[in-house]
């Protein structure tokens, strides 16, 4: 079973022919005392144990990771919750890297260093890690589903993909269905950004503080409750503030940079966690389906064709 896993610094996605599940991207080595209804996992690396995902919202607070998280314990820690979370057994596991930050030489020592660990779950039990890991450029998932849920015409143009995560937007080019590698790039612009903006106009309508989880709900359907109190913000404004200032300032620079590549772009194709915020503002690009769990699902779909060839 081929098994796409994207490990965004939001959100994790896990996507296979039987499987579609998701985590907040949450690790803590600060282990709490079992209590009345805990249900928490714990997952250890290399004997040193970590409680992954929601368990870790719940018990402990928003242990968000940090943006160099890959390749950490707390990396090893989210993966080996994810393997943990099928039901059945993958033969191989496709991950993403930022591709800024991607080659064949980073991809090969992150799998060499993740078979050298040893990683269980809560029982003791280890976490088998499938004969075959492979890492592709993040973004390209978002490409690969697209093609999958029938845009074969995508194949034959020149098509850039933005992925909007919670640090960053990632940037990729493909031609004629080749990936450009020297087009991949990272912008410090990701989701985070408008999450704060959306705080901060909190505060200044309520004259107190919120949280991101609070801040997404807002994002989502413009309104939150606590203590049975209903709390409102006008989004809209935020939210098109951030498009003209974060999102359309990176597709104006990227176009310059493929421009300079002697490149031109055909498509421009949108995904990521981010998109499910900003899909009602957005004008002149597409929108993957189900842009959230793209990068997962473009992962599978990659890997069911390389076991198939």
Do not use: W
Not at 119 to 147: D, V
Not at 233 to 251: C, G, H, T, Y
């Amino acid at each position: 079973m081929v098994v796409g896993i994207d490990i965004g610094y939001g959100y994790t996605k896990i996507y296979s022919d039987s499987a579609k599940l998701i985590f907040p991207t949450l690790v803590s080595r600060n282990i709490p005392i079992g209590d009345f209804g805990d249900n928490s996992v714990i997952i250890t690396v290399n004997d040193v144990p970590y409680i992954v995902g929601e368990h870790t919202e719940v018990l402990m607070g928003n242990f968000r990771v940090t943006k160099d998280f890959v390749g950490s314990p707390e990396y090893y820690a989210i993966l080996g919750y994810a393997l943990h979370s099928l039901k059945i057994r993958p033969s191989s596991v496709i991950l993403g890297l930022p591709p800024a930050f991607f080659n064949k030489q980073i991809a090969q020592d992150l799998t060499l260093k993740l078979y050298s660990q040893v990683i269980r779950n809560s029982s003791g039990s280890i976490i088998t890690i499938p004969q075959k890991i492979e890492y592709i450029p993040q973004g390209t998932g978002i490409y690969f589903s697209h093609i999958s849920n029938g845009n074969f015409d995508y194949h034959k143009k020149n098509v850039m993909v933005i992925d909007i995560g919670y640090y960053t937007i990632d940037t990729a080019l493909f031609c004629s269905g080749k990936y450009i590698i020297e087009a991949g790039k990272s912008y410090p612009a990701g989701i985070c950004l408008l999450i704060d903006r959306i705080k901060t106009a909190y505060g200044k309508k309520y004259g107190s503080f919120i949280g991101d989880d609070a801040a997404e709900k807002l994002l989502k359907k413009g309104e939150f409750t606590h203590f049975g109190v209903t709390h409102t913000l006008n989004v809209a404004e935020v939210i098109e503030r951030f498009i003209d200032d974060q999102l359309m300032s990176v597709i104006k620079d990227y176009a310059t940079f493929v421009k300079g590549l002697q490149k031109t772009v055909d498509y421009v194709l949108l995904g990521g966690g981010g998109v499910t915020y900003l899909a009602n503002y957005i004008r002149n690009a597409t929108i993957v389906n189900d842009p959230q769990f793209a990068n997962a699902k473009g992962f599978y779909e990659y890997g069911k064709s390389i076991e198939e060839s």
